[in-house]
Antibody, heavy 122, light 108 residues
Framework: EVQLVESGGVVVQPGGSLRLSCAAS????????MHWVRQAPGKGLEWVSL????????YYADSVKGRFTISRDNSKNSLYLQMNSLRTEDTALYYC???????????????WGQGTLVTVSS | EIVLTQSPGTLSLSPGERATLSCRAS???????LAWYQQKPGQAPRLLIY???SRATGIPDRFSGSGSGTDFTLTISRLEPEDFAVYYC?????????FGPGTKVDIK
């Protein structure tokens, strides 16, 4: 059974930093591109970032480019999101999600975690 | 960036009725790289449809997708009580992904 479990969400002040983690199990982690997607309270879904299966390619939404860094450790079946220079508008539930097809980034997301809540507030 | 617009914003229907949800893109979506997700309160999104018309694993056949280019439709042939939720369309490229604002299907 595929499982994605996010952690690391807390309350942080504007300008602060935070690192989110996603522990994956139930599939061959290093075969799949992974994503972070966020959802502000009561709002829709916003794609944040992706990292290819081998970590060789990363992409970001314009809203987080230069502030967030995605990474992965395939030996630990783990995905990360380093978040710097946090803003109030970064407040959201952050999901990690798995790509639908093996060794492909151009495909939808077939498994999602339950999310971890990041609150940016003074 | 491809912008997705969904209509209507809210659809009020009764169980057993047919639901038709629309997703329009600001420019052509290549190779029909268009997906639909369902999200219920307090839950993560669930993939329903990909490639505009292919059902994901385990999705009932009352859900169907159609369309190409800039206009796409999700149809639920007969609403079951568990289908009342928010539905999002998504376009997926190799490096950029966007979601529509969602359509809420609620009980009339």
């Amino acid at each position: 059974e595929v499982q994605l479990v996010e952690s690391g969400g807390v309350v942080v002040q504007p300008g602060g930093s935070l690192r989110l983690s996603c522990a994956a199990s139930g599939f061959t982690f290093d075969d799949y591109t992974m994503h972070w997607v966020r959802q502000a309270p009561g709002k829709g879904l916003e794609w944040v970032s992706l990292i290819s299966w081998d970590g060789g390619s990363t992409y970001y939404a314009d809203s987080v480019k230069g502030r967030f860094t995605i990474s992965r450790d395939n030996s630990k079946n783990s995905l990360y999101l380093q978040m710097n220079s946090l803003r109030t508008e970064d407040t959201a539930l952050y999901y990690c999600a798995k790509a639908h097809r093996i060794e492909s980034s151009g495909c939808p997301f077939d498994y999602w975690g339950q999310g971890t809540l990041v609150t940016v507030s003074s | 960036e491809i912008v997705l617009t969904q209509s209507p914003g809210t659809l009020s229907l009764s169980p057993g009725e047919r639901a038709t949800l629309s997703c329009r893109a600001s420019q052509s979506v290549s190779s029909s790289y268009l997906a639909w997700y369902q999200q219920k309160p307090g839950q993560a999104p669930r993939l329903l449809i990909y490639g505009a018309s292919s059902r994901a694993t385990g999705i009932p056949d009352r859900f169907s997708g159609s369309g190409s280019g800039t206009d796409f439709t999700l149809t639920i042939s007969r609403l079951e009580p568990e289908d009342f939720a928010v539905y999002y369309c998504q376009q997926y490229g190799s490096s950029q992904f966007t979601f529509g604002p969602g359509t809420k299907v609620d009980i009339k």
